[in-house]
């Protein structure tokens, strides 16, 4: 796992994990960030929560019972 951070523009933060988005072997993003693993590569992390929903497919919500 790889993270970088510019404290001077927090909303701005950098990561990749070498085994992708899902840890499930059965997911198709089981292994979609490996070639930026490989190459020293980076992924952007929106943290601005307004553009976030603008962008996301749908929300999930966990409640305990």
Avoid: T, W
Wanted: glycine content about 10%; proline content about 6%; hydrophobic content about 40%.
């Amino acid at each position: 796992f790889r993270l970088v951070v510019d404290f001077s523009c927090p909303d701005r933060v950098l990561f990749v994990q070498a085994n992708g988005q899902s840890g499930s072997l059965l997911s198709p993003y089981r292994g979609n960030f490996v070639p930026y693993m490989r190459s020293g590569g980076l992924v952007s992390i929106e943290l601005d929560m307004k553009k976030v929903r603008r962008k996301a497919d749908g929300i999930l919500r966990l409640r305990p019972h």
